[in-house]
């Protein structure tokens, strides 16, 4: 596809578990950055991928969130021992050389 | 610490022009983007400002002084698509020169 896109549309776990969430970007996007977004509120930056390192991951809120993307292509943002206060809409963007655009995102929902 | 202020919410009738003003304090400043998105979508992306003045896109204008750390996204002959949320956000006001640090946007509602 044209865009970037993120999967699943939705996820609902429960409280404890480990979840996945995958982003495939626009091809030939270098630049890849995962946000959160919580309802009302304006994305919040997580982590940056240029290639396949993670320039900067000081979004990250803690520990129990990890995020690769070892081929510099997929990224997969990995949260264990799911809380709560997780619940959000995590959305994915990739840039070539400023704008930045983003996937549909996934709602997750931690019960 | 990084501060964007825009109003939470506001109201405009169709045809009409709306302006939708940003502030912000942050500790550095690359550019200034405005997305749109509607509920449930993806922000996408309508402009984006780096030096003084005014950028005009269609319908849409965007304009920055970054003296007064001020931005505002005007939006002209309103149409009910337009009704959504209209994010402004800072680039390089965070650790790295690539960051966005977004406000928490507007949401406009345009009625007939």
């Known amino acids: 596809g044209a865009g970037v896109s993120q999967t699943p549309s939705n996820k609902v776990t429960e409280k404890g578990k480990y979840v996945e969430l995958r982003c495939d970007p626009i091809s030939g996007h270098t630049a890849l950055y995962w946000y959160r977004q919580s309802l009302g509120q304006g994305p919040e930056f997580l982590i940056y991928f240029q290639g396949t390192g993670a320039a900067d991951d000081s979004g990250l809120p803690n520990d129990r969130f990890f995020a690769v993307r070892p081929e510099g292509s997929v990224s997969t943002l990995k949260i264990q021992r799911t809380e709560r206060g997780d619940s959000a809409v995590y959305l994915c963007a990739s840039s070539r050389d400023g704008e930045q655009y983003f996937g549909p995102g996934t709602r997750l929902t931690v019960t | 610490g990084q501060n964007i202020d825009q109003p939470t919410e506001m109201t405009a009738t169709e045809g009409a022009i709306v302006q939708i003003n940003c502030t912000y304090q942050t500790s550095g400043f690359n550019g200034l983007f405005w997305y749109q998105q509607h509920a449930g979508e993806a922000p996408t992306f309508l402009s984006y400002?780096?030096?003084?003045g005014l950028e005009e896109k269609g319908r849409f204008s965007s304009f920055l002084s970054r003296s007064k750390g001020y931005s505002y996204l005007l939006l002209k002959e309103l149409q009910m698509k337009d009704s959504a949320s209209y994010l402004c956000?800072?680039?390089?006001?965070?650790?790295?020169?690539?960051?966005?640090?977004f406000g928490k946007g507007t949401k406009l509602s345009v009625i007939p």
């Open positions: 400002n780096v030096l003084d």
């Open positions: 956000a800072v680039e390089g006001s965070g650790a790295g020169s690539y960051q966005l640090t």
